[in-house]
């Protein structure tokens, strides 16, 4: 079994940036991928980014491409989301999950609530 935490969610103003930390614990070898997601009110979960810990290579969403970074720590088993230039649409649920491979997200975190104002 994987824990995951989510922190630093919280409320900024348009054009804003906030740094989302998410850090792993218990089996952490089973872990091979690990991605953000984010859900807001009536809309489906969508997805915003993932890291490959064995190659460092990184995706993200359309939405985000440009705005975003995701970025890892080994040492501290603990990914990382810096958000930049934020819009009122950013406004989600922000979920951090880990899985043996791409597409595959077996674990999640509870999630942290990040509100971007006009």
Known sequence: QVQLVESGGGLVQAGGSLRLSCEASGRIFSTYVMGWFRQAPGKEREFVGGINW???????GDSVKGRF???GDNAKNTVSLQMNSLKPEDTAVYYCAAGGRWG????????TQVTVSS
């Not at 064995?54 to 993200?60: E, F, H, R, V």
């Not at 595959?104 to 999630?111: A, D, H, M, T, V």
């Open 54 to 60: 064995k190659s460092g290579s990184t995706t993200y």
């Open 69 to 71: 970074t995701i970025s």
């Open 104 to 111: 595959s997200y077996e674990f999640w975190g509870q999630g």
